[in-house]
T-cell receptor, first 115, second 112 residues
Framework: DAGITQSPRYKITETGRQVTLMCHQT?????MFWYRQDLGHGLRLIYY???????DKGEVPDGYVVSRSKTENFPLTLESATRSQTSVYFC??????????????FGPGTRLTVL | RKEVEQDPGPFNVPEGATVAFNCTYS??????FFWYRQDCRKEPKLLMS?????NEDGRFTAQLNRASQYISLLIRDSKLSDSATYLC?????????????WGLGTSLAVNP
C-alpha cells in the first residue's frame, strides 16, 4: 500500500535548468495538488487537477507547468529554475473536492534547492 | 492582515497538561475548517475536521465560533507524541479544495 509517493526526495539544481518533480498515487483519487511550503508562508497551492487531462492554476503558478495524462501521476516541471523556487514541494490527493471525503493526503515532500 | 492567523508559539507544556490553540480567519464566507498536524520535516496529516456543533476525537476537541470567526483546538492530557506543528486550514468555498487557505501553524512541544 504505497499511497502517495514523490521523487526525488531531495534535489539540487542550478538556475536556468529544467527540473521535474514526480508524484504518484495508488488510490485512484480524482484530485491531485501541488503545494510549496516556505518559511513565513503557509502551504501555497501551485496547481491542481480534478481528473486526468484537467488542470488549473492555484495561487502561485508562475514558472511551473503540470500535466496529468494518467490519473495516478501528476508531475510538476520547473521550466527554468530560479533561486526563489527553492522550497519544499508537497504533492497531495483527495477523493473528492467536497464533503467528508475531501481530506487531502500528502506525499513526503521534495526538498528542492536552486543554486 | 493574513486570511488565516495563528499564534506561532512555541507552546511548551508538561506531559498531562491541557493546551488550547486558536485560529482566526478573516473571510466570513469561509465554509469549512480543519486542523492538520505536521511533524518536523514531514508532510501534513489531517487531525480533524471542525464542525459547527463542535466535535471531539479522544483527547482532541475542535470548536468553531462563526460569530467571532475563530476555530479552536483543545488537547487534553498531552503526550510527548503530541509535539508537532498544528495547522489551521480554512476552505473558502464549499466543495472546492482549491480554496484551502493554510495558516502558518502553531508549534507545540510537550516536555517530560
Amino acid at each position: 500500500d504505497a499511497g502517495i509517493t514523490q521523487s526525488p526526495r531531495y534535489k539540487i539544481t542550478e538556475t536556468g535548468r529544467q527540473v521535474t518533480l514526480m508524484c504518484h498515487q495508488t488510490w485512484s483519487h480524482s484530485y491531485m495538488f501541488w503545494y510549496r511550503q516556505d518559511l513565513g508562508h503557509g502551504l501555497r497551492l501551485i496547481y491542481y487537477s480534478a481528473a486526468a487531462d484537467i488542470t488549473d492554476k492555484g495561487e502561485v503558478p508562475d514558472g511551473y507547468v503540470v500535466s496529468r495524462s494518467k490519473t495516478e501521476n501528476f508531475p510538476l516541471t520547473l521550466e527554468s529554475a530560479t533561486r526563489s523556487q527553492t522550497s519544499v514541494y508537497f504533492c497531495a490527493s483527495s477523493e473528492l473536492a467536497g464533503g467528508s471525503r475531501n481530506e487531502q493526503f500528502f506525499g513526503p515532500g521534495t526538498r528542492l534547492t536552486v543554486l | 492582515r493574513k486570511e488565516v492567523e495563528q499564534d506561532p508559539g512555541p507552546f511548551n507544556v508538561p506531559e498531562g497538561a491541557t493546551v488550547a490553540f486558536n485560529c482566526t480567519y478573516s473571510n466570513s464566507a469561509s465554509q469549512s475548517f480543519f486542523w492538520y498536524r505536521q511533524d518536523c520535516r514531514k508532510e501534513p496529516k489531517l487531525l480533524m475536521s471542525v464542525y459547527s456543533s463542535g466535535n471531539e476525537d479522544g483527547r482532541f476537541t475542535a470548536q468553531l465560533n462563526r460569530a467571532s470567526q475563530y476555530i479552536s483546538l483543545l488537547i487534553r492530557d498531552s503526550k510527548l507524541s503530541d509535539s508537532a506543528t498544528y495547522l489551521c486550514v480554512v476552505n473558502r468555498a464549499a466543495g472546492n479544495n482549491r480554496k484551502l487557505i493554510w495558516g502558518l501553524g502553531t508549534s507545540l512541544a510537550v516536555n517530560p
